[in-house]
């Protein structure tokens, strides 16, 4: 895929990004980087010494990394690849229900461009018309009372040349409606999720998945759950109050906490693991 010489590439900036940001989403710091290995393992290096909450950006990843340890591509310069660090209480680790929470802010980010129909796809994709337009992937350690959470989204912003990937993607720009300023984008996925965040410490998980599940690309739909020791299909019912997964096979509802999923019209194979 070739870029049209008419897009206008923004570089990220930290001041203006801090410009962009609501009074009320107060950070420790935030950086942005020309290229590092990855803006998660960045934070996690540094997370028993940063200040919470705190925001790593890079124009580019040498080692981006999905779930599972896939690799996440992005495109120099083109895309958004951002974590934020945030320190919970040790009794709030539910990193299924954050996770959800975090997609909940990131679509709203996102829907604040212009762009209309943003989707989300258990447990971590972001989708527009079924093609992926970005993931989240959260780490995250306890110790004594304390919960650390890397929070890391990547979002396909400007179309580039780029690999042939298993599962189709969109970028941002492509999208008809959408402004892309790649710094406001940027604010906007920071505040959306700093204030998910401290909702998530107040009321936990369940306001977001109310509105996760209007969301909700797949419910109603016919998937293939694929877990160790095999593959089942069965139609997507939404989520449950934790967070997981629930799917209707052969008259009774499973529940999966963590599994690989894709729709079965989806003839690429397996999803790929998220940003």
Known sequence: MSVPATVPIEAL?????RAALPSWARLGGLCVHGAIDSTNAWLQERSLSLPSPFACLSEH??????????????????????????????A????????????????RALAATGASGIALKWPNDIV????????????????????????????NVHPCAEPDLRVPRVHLGSIPGARVSRNRLAAGLIAEIW???????????????VEWTRLDAMRGRAVRVHRPGGEVGGIARGVDEAGELLVEVDGAIER???????LRSDRQGSPEGVA
């Not at 709030?92 to 679509?107: C, D, H, M, N, Y």
């Not at 204030?195 to 998945?209: D, H, K, L, S």
Request: aromatic share 6%.
């Open 92 to 107: 709030q680790a539910r990193a299924q229900g954050l996770s959800l929470a975090v997609g909940v802010a990131a679509a």
């Open 13 to 17: 900036d930290a001041g203006r990004i």
């Open 256 to 262: 999966f906490v963590s599994a690989e999923v894709s």
């Open 128 to 155: 527009w018309q079924d093609r992926k337009l970005g993931g989240i992937l959260l780490e995250g350690s306890v110790s004594g009372r304390v919960w650390t959470v890397v929070i890391g989204v990547g979002i």
């Open 195 to 209: 204030a998910e965040c401290a909702r998530f410490e107040e009321r936990g998980a369940g306001p977001a998945i």
């Open 61 to 90: 990843q040498r080692a981006g990394r999905g779930r599972r340890g896939r690799a996440w591509v992005d495109g120099t310069g083109r895309d958004i690849c951002l974590s934020l660090l945030w320190r919970f209480g040790a």
